[in-house]
């Protein structure tokens, strides 16, 4: 039995992951998933969402993370003590480098599909996604009503985590890792998954026909890729530093 604990990426929250939960309880793990502190005036920051996250943990277990919520878990991982995290899951997310942010990431990125439904605030602290072009590059796969749903559900990032840097040490690079790639997502192309995971361990990176939020998509294809993953050694393994 494995125990996970899934975190979202911008504008998700907890309730992404009800379909994935559903899944790996009914095969017999646990499961549980968190929001991430917001708070739109400015006062968090990535170490928010590695405390937000060890919070929840008092066992050790298998941390996913989606989209951005991949630097949440790399933070998490630093900031963890040893033991309390068997393994690190980034699905279709940013596996940070270090010194890197998201936002840097994001413009370092050849194609930038989900740039245009990016709307910032007046102020400048938080952003949203245009619930039209929203729907086109984070909800094209899954059913209409769903997407129409998940859409309704989205709520508006501070920018402030997205704009800081990630600062990583042996202690995030010794851990087990896995990259599940989407090969339809349109928010953070295919192809630049592909780059991020380039000198991972042969065995640690796979794929799955889905868009950006395939815990929508195909929640119980998504589920058993999880489990598959969390019970085979060689797909999880630490990564170059």
């Known amino acids: 039995m494995s125990d996970f604990l899934l975190v979202h990426g ?8 009800s379909g994935v939960m559903r899944t790996l309880k009914a095969e017999g793990h646990r ?13 968090v920051n990535i170490a928010s969402y590695a405390s937000a996250i060890l919070s929840e943990i008092t066992t050790p277990v298998t941390l ?30 940013y596996a940070p480098r270090d010194g890197a942010s998201v936002a840097s990431m994001r413009r370092g990125q050849a194609r930038q ?21 929203g729907m086109d590059c984070l909800f094209h796969d899954c059913d209409s009503a769903t997407a129409a749903e998940a859409m309704t559900r989205m709520v508006p990032e501070p920018v402030d985590p997205q704009e800081e840097a990630i600062h990583l040490t042996a202690r995030y690079h010794a851990l087990a890792k896995h990259y599940i790639r989407c090969l339809d997502d349109r928010a953070i192309p295919p192809e630049c ?7 991972w361990p042969a ?12 815990f929508l998509s195909c929640p119980e294809a998504l589920a058993k890729r999880l489990i598959a993953v969390a019970a085979n050694p060689l797909s999880c393994q630490p990564t170059p530093g």
Not at 31 to 43: E, F, K, M, T, Y
């Open 10 to 17: 911008s504008g998700y929250g907890a309730w992404c992951w």
């Open 31 to 43: 499961a549980r998933a968190i929001d991430l502190p917001r708070n739109l005036a400015g006062s």
């Open 64 to 93: 996913v993370g989606h989209s951005s919520g991949g630097f949440a878990i790399a933070a998490a991982a630093e900031a963890a003590s040893p033991g309390f995290i068997e393994r690190l899951i980034f699905l279709c997310a």
């Open 113 to 133: 599909p989900l740039r245009p439904a990016i709307i910032l605030a007046p102020d400048r602290r938080s952003y949203r996604f245009d619930p039209g072009l």
């Open 193 to 199: 998954q592909a780059a991020m995971t380039n000198d």
């Open 203 to 214: 065995g640690t990176v796979s794929t799955l026909a889905a868009g950006h939020s395939p």
